[in-house]
T-cell receptor, first 114, second 115 residues
């Protein structure tokens, strides 16, 4: 299974940008990079995903390295409500008969300081 | 759309009892997943299904069984509950394919305690 590596925790000041890194050196050419976040006592929620090009949506931006071995989730202005655990995962296409599965790591716990 | 619905939200079991966690989705997603999350840890994939009648093991399948008789439903059965199965269980679904990246939609979770 393709693995991702993230820092255990990060801190940011409110209203400042946050760059959350993720390494995925064993990524295959067809693996999508997904980011999810989990607020306290809730299930994970989708943030953003990409394959090769950088992506933007209303929540965040995703910057993908040219060799696809790493990516960065960018929160442009962190708020207190962004305090959560952020998971970078790969949609793994190496399952049986080309089936897709998502393997979560331990994620990065983001603390936002007022 | 209700999205992904899990029942029950909370349950306490005695060692050796059995139970089924229910999961249903109304988004016509082909893929469904069961994860467990132990306190302070990340999610571990238990089983997943690529469509009705097809299931496959994830990272931690021992002690669990699943079935997928319809597109909508993906129940998770615990046989002979053990304290090590105390966890929060999340069901998720996605629409995945070669041309679809398939973001996951999660239920609210089912908190299970085995005493």
């Amino acid at each position: 299974d393709a693995k991702t590596t993230q820092p255990n925790s990060m801190e940011s000041n409110e209203e400042e940008p946050v760059h959350l890194p993720c390494n995925h050196s064993t990524i295959s050419g067809t693996d999508y990079i997904h980011w999810y976040r989990q607020l306290p006592s809730q299930g994970p929620e989708y943030v953003i995903h990409g394959l090769t090009s950088n992506v933007n949506n209303r929540m965040a931006s995703l910057a993908i390295a040219e060799d696809r071995k790493s990516s960065t989730l960018i929160l442009h202005r962190a708020t207190l409500r962004d305090a959560a655990v952020y998971y970078c995962i790969l949609r793994d296409t190496r399952g049986t008969s080309g089936t897709y599965k998502y393997i979560f790591g331990t994620g990065t716990r983001l603390k936002v300081l007022a | 759309n209700a999205g992904v619905t899990q029942t029950p939200k909370f349950r306490i079991l005695k060692i050796g009892q059995s139970m089924t966690l229910q999961c249903t989705q109304d988004m016509n997603h082909n893929y469904m997943y069961w994860y467990r999350q132990d306190p302070g840890m990340g999610l571990k994939l238990i089983y997943y299904s690529v469509g009705a009648g097809i299931t496959d093991k994830g990272e931690v399948p021992n002690g669990y069984n699943v079935s997928r008789s319809t597109t909508e439903d993906f129940p998770l059965r615990l046989e002979l509950a053990a304290p090590s199965q105390t966890s929060v269980y999340f069901c998720a679904s996605s629409y995945s394919g070669q041309d679809r990246s398939g973001e996951l939609f999660f239920g609210e979770g089912s908190r299970l305690t085995v005493l």
